[in-house]
């Protein structure tokens, strides 16, 4: 099964439920396939591109605070022109969760996970919630149009 496309397949998901974080560059889009399938597995997303940026294109905004599942660091084209910045990538990934933190940052590196798979589960899981993405999508398009006022409650009959 080793030498198999599903066995890549598992030996990966493996290997990212037991990583503390899942690096995350962009790819085809800002929100490559990696950010959900480290989510999907508990491992924490470390978000490659600018934040700000990233912001405006991560889904459901009004529904996902990304700040309590994922890290953002600056894009990988930009720590790796810096001449030290995979060194200073690496130094502060393992202050943020290296063998020498300390019993606060394991529990929100915990909390962090667990909220990662239960926002995984409740918006981006077909299987284990197939109305989760669609719900989402109506709430982000109904608080849009609210904010535009372009929504117009029906009147009372």
Same mark, same amino acid.
């Given at each position: 099964? %080793?030498? @198999?496309?599903?066995? @890549?397949? +598992?030996?990966?998901?493996?290997?990212?439920?037991?990583?503390?974080?899942?690096?995350?560059?962009?790819?085809?889009? #800002?929100? &490559?396939?990696?950010?959900?399938? &480290?989510?999907?597995v508990g491992c924490i997303p470390v978000v490659s591109a600018d934040k700000m940026h990233m912001m405006h294109v991560l889904?459901? #905004?009004?529904?996902?605070?990304?700040?309590?599942?994922?890290?953002?660091?600056?894009?990988? +084209?930009?720590?790796?022109?810096?001449?030290?910045?995979? *060194?200073?990538?690496?130094? @502060?990934? +393992?202050?943020?969760?290296? &063998?020498? *933190?300390?019993?606060?940052?394991?529990? =929100?590196? /915990? =909390?962090?996970?667990? %909220?990662?798979?239960?926002?995984? =589960?409740?918006?981006? &899981?077909?299987?284990?919630?197939?109305?989760?993405?669609?719900?989402?999508?109506?709430?982000?398009?109904? @608080?849009?149009? %609210?904010? /535009?006022?372009?929504?117009?409650? #029906?009147?009372?009959?």
């Amino acid at each position: 099964l %080793k030498n @198999t496309a599903e066995g @890549t397949l +598992n030996q990966t998901a493996a290997e990212m439920r037991e990583a503390a974080v899942c690096l995350c560059p962009a790819g085809d889009s #800002p929100t &490559s396939l990696r950010l959900f399938e &480290s989510l999907a597995v508990g491992c924490i997303p470390v978000v490659s591109a600018d934040k700000m940026h990233m912001m405006h294109v991560l889904p459901f #905004p009004n529904l996902i605070d990304w700040d309590e599942i994922a890290f953002f660091t600056e894009g990988f +084209n930009d720590i790796a022109g810096c001449e030290t910045g995979m *060194v200073e990538l690496a130094a @502060t990934l +393992n202050r943020t969760m290296g &063998s020498d *933190v300390g019993a606060e940052q394991i529990k =929100r590196l /915990n =909390r962090m996970r667990d %909220k990662g798979i239960e926002v995984f =589960r409740k918006y981006f &899981s077909y299987f284990r919630n197939p109305r989760g993405v669609a719900d989402a999508v109506l709430f982000e398009a109904y @608080t849009l149009m %609210k904010e /535009n006022g372009d929504f117009y409650p #029906p009147a009372p009959a």
